[in-house]
């Protein structure tokens, strides 16, 4: 099975996935783009966000070969997004790629948490925007999806009942 935490930046992606592969044992597939972007100091090309897919898409095979279940801090939706938003079109591999992709859940995060700044984080601003595009593409591909939402434990608390109705209890 696999589990994509996806939204916009600071809603608890990455906090919300390596605590549920934590839960759960999962696998765990980490953001490419904040290793790739840390290494690099400078403002990211298409060329960039193009190979940060690239990566993103290699390492999510990579633990799927290695696990039955998988949680992934991201996943090609959000490169698509990226690259959509700041270069008008993302690479046509993308767009197949994550069609192709068997996912059993996303998890969005809704934008209703205070933003926190970081670095590689690019708006405070834009985040219902971009929250609102997430579910368009969402709901055009016919992908299962979860609006999170509320504090930490209460976002916790919804991914509980979720694994909890689906016979997967967490304690």
Not at 35 to 57: F, H, M, R
Not at 62 to 70: P, R, S, T, V, W
Not at 140 to 145: D, G, I, L, V
């Amino acid at each position: 099975m696999k589990f994509v935490f996806t939204g916009p930046e600071s809603t608890g992606k990455s906090i919300l996935s390596s605590w549920l592969s934590k839960e759960t044992g999962f696998g765990f597939v980490t953001e490419i783009a904040r290793q790739y972007l840390s290494a690099k100091p400078s403002i990211p090309t298409y060329d960039d966000v193009w190979e940060i897919g690239i990566l993103q898409y290699r390492e999510e095979i990579l633990i799927e070969q290695q696990y039955d279940n998988i949680v992934c801090d991201t996943d090609l939706l959000t490169i698509i997004i990226w690259v959509e938003d700041k270069f008008g079109q993302a690479d046509p591999i993308f767009y197949d790629r994550w069609h192709e992709s068997n996912v059993d859940m996303y998890f969005l995060g809704v934008p209703d948490v205070p933003w926190v700044p970081d670095p590689l984080r690019e708006n405070p601003y834009d985040r219902d925007r971009l929250y609102d595009i997430h579910v368009a593409k969402l709901e055009a591909a016919h992908k299962p999806f979860l609006p999170i939402y509320g504090d930490w434990d209460h976002r916790k608390m919804m991914i509980r009942d979720y694994f909890k109705e689906k016979g997967m209890i967490m304690e």
